[in-house]
């Protein structure tokens, strides 16, 4: 009996790191085929991590170009999956979440008739233009899926009240708290000077990323005076910004910050250097939905730079806290932070509610089953 054959699409950073273990369990399972095909829709960064997991696409689209628009993103992933798709003609397509990678990978499959698995589905805001576009990416990614694999229940209900038939839906938990896990568990020093210098046991390290198309413009430059004025006010803290390559990030974020002391200003870091960073900071200032769900494994409150957020679970739980982009109210809840430890330790100390680190396996367990090679429905992740 030939293989059921998977094609894994992805082409960011944050997915990669997301779809990482998912790949690793289906090449794990000897009653599947895998193939990977990236658009590297961000390349350098999405070549960091599949260094970090030991990743070797099948195809590479290598569809990146400066100042590229997500028009030409989208037609250069359709014209160049579809190529991959007529090769291999996949059972099964996977896309991860909310990218115009995961849109475009999702109407490729949907166009040649190849069952569609949506990895990170349900998430939800209601406002179409936050966050842009991955909001309208992940609800028409949804549409076009035939598996909806759920990091929780919540999203499954979210899917439902859509439409979306229950049985098409499995509760995983998210795979990037494998990732995480992963790499946390390795053992790392910093190589770069400007990290390796900082006293972390002695300093409140404040660990801040920003770059959502939404936050372009005046709310990211609110986020910097509020960063500015933190540091001029509190000798105690250190920043540390990773900054988003995209030119307007950096123009805002080097004009108003470059010249700042305790304000390191550093282009995008390696997954692992990352996970170091989070490891060893205070808290997390971010517009990130990946260190959203990734902070609070490691005990680190978060402040999410956004007015809304698709992962209400973790202001439930208690991990979040939704700030915005409202210069003054940045800093009121840093301050806060800082300066109260029973407010940081109801933080800290809140479970994360994101997963296990084994929702690849149960991703994969869940193919099997689609395909009739296992006799059992894997059971839902709890939360």
Same mark, same amino acid.
């Given at each position: 009996?030939?293989?059921?054959?998977?094609?894994?699409?992805?082409?960011?950073?944050?997915?990669?790191?997301?779809?990482?273990?998912?790949?690793?369990?289906?090449?794990?399972?000897?009653?599947?085929?895998?193939?990977?095909?990236?658009?590297?829709?961000?390349?350098?960064?999405? !070549?960091?991590? %599949? /260094? #970090?997991? +030991?990743?070797?696409?099948?195809?590479? =689209?290598?569809?990146?170009?400066?100042?590229?628009? $997500?028009?030409?993103?989208?037609?250069?992933?359709?014209?160049?999956?579809?190529?991959?798709?007529?090769?291999?003609?996949?059972?099964?397509?996977?896309?991860?979440?909310?990218?115009?990678?995961?849109?475009?990978?999702?109407?490729?499959?949907?166009?040649?008739?190849?069952?569609?698995?949506?990895?990170?589905?349900?998430?939800?805001?209601?406002?179409?233009?936050?966050?842009?576009?991955?909001?309208?990416?992940?609800?028409?990614?949804?549409?076009?899926?035939?598996?909806?694999?759920?990091?929780?229940?919540?999203?499954?209900?979210?899917?439902?009240?859509?439409?979306?038939?229950?049985?098409?839906?499995?509760?995983?938990?998210?795979?990037?708290? !494998?990732?995480? %896990? /992963? #790499?946390? +568990?390795?053992?790392?020093?910093?190589? =770069?000077?400007?990290?390796?210098?900082?006293?972390? $046991?002695?300093?409140?390290?404040?660990?801040?990323?920003?770059?959502?198309?939404?936050?372009?413009?005046?709310?990211?430059?609110?986020?910097?005076?509020?960063?500015?004025?933190?540091?001029?006010?509190?000798?105690?803290?250190?920043?540390?910004?990773?900054?988003?390559?995209?030119?307007?990030?950096?123009?805002?974020?080097?004009?108003?910050?470059?010249?700042?002391?305790?304000?390191?200003?550093?282009?995008?870091?390696?997954?692992?250097?990352?996970?170091?960073?989070?490891?060893?900071?205070?808290?997390?200032?971010?517009?990130?939905?990946?260190?959203?769900?990734?902070?609070?494994?490691?005990?680190?409150?978060?402040?999410?730079?956004?007015?809304?957020?698709?992962?209400?679970?973790?202001?439930?739980?208690?991990?979040?806290?939704?700030?915005?982009?409202?210069?003054?109210?940045?800093?009121?809840?840093?301050?806060?932070?800082?300066?109260?430890?029973?407010?940081?330790?109801?933080?800290?100390?809140?479970?994360?509610?994101?997963?296990?680190?084994?929702?690849?396996?149960?991703?994969?367990?869940?193919?099997?089953?689609?395909?009739?090679?296992?006799?059992?429905?894997?059971?839902?992740?709890?939360?």
């Amino acid at each position: 009996m030939p293989k059921k054959k998977v094609m894994a699409v992805f082409g960011t950073r944050p997915e990669a790191i997301k779809m990482a273990p998912v790949v690793q369990a289906l090449r794990s399972s000897n009653e599947l085929s895998t193939v990977v095909a990236v658009t590297a829709q961000h390349r350098e960064m999405l !070549d960091q991590v %599949l /260094d #970090i997991f +030991g990743i070797i696409p099948d195809y590479d =689209l290598n569809i990146m170009q400066e100042g590229q628009s $997500l028009s030409q993103i989208t037609i250069r992933t359709l014209s160049g999956l579809e190529e991959v798709l007529e090769k291999e003609k996949p059972d099964l397509i996977l896309v991860h979440g909310d990218t115009s990678t995961t849109f475009a990978g999702a109407l490729c499959g949907f166009y040649h008739r190849v069952q569609v698995g949506h990895v990170e589905a349900g998430l939800r805001t209601r406002d179409k233009y936050s966050p842009y576009p991955e909001e309208m990416n992940r609800r028409l990614a949804g549409c076009l899926s035939d598996i909806h694999f759920a990091p929780l229940a919540t999203h499954k209900d979210n899917l439902v009240r859509e439409g979306t038939p229950c049985d098409s839906i499995h509760i995983t938990g998210n795979t990037v708290i !494998d990732a995480l %896990l /992963d #790499i946390a +568990g390795m053992p790392f020093e910093f190589t =770069l000077p400007e990290l390796a210098s900082i006293d972390y $046991l002695n300093r409140k390290v404040v660990l801040v990323t920003a770059h959502r198309r939404e936050n372009l413009g005046e709310p990211l430059r609110r986020i910097c005076w509020a960063i500015k004025r933190l540091v001029e006010t509190r000798p105690d803290i250190e920043v540390v910004w990773p900054v988003h390559m995209n030119p307007a990030v950096r123009d805002d974020v080097f004009q108003i910050l470059s010249d700042m002391p305790r304000i390191r200003l550093l282009d995008p870091v390696d997954y692992q250097t990352m996970v170091g960073l989070m490891s060893r900071c205070y808290l997390v200032l971010t517009d990130s939905g990946g260190l959203q769900e990734e902070a609070p494994s490691l005990d680190k409150p978060v402040l999410v730079l956004r007015d809304v957020t698709e992962r209400p679970e973790g202001v439930d739980a208690g991990t979040l806290a939704v700030v915005g982009t409202d210069e003054e109210r940045i800093i009121t809840f840093t301050q806060r932070l800082l300066d109260d430890a029973n407010e940081y330790r109801k933080m800290s100390e809140a479970p994360n509610p994101y997963g296990d680190g084994q929702a690849a396996l149960r991703i994969r367990d869940a193919i099997l089953w689609r395909f009739g090679l296992v006799p059992e429905k894997p059971v839902d992740f709890q939360g």
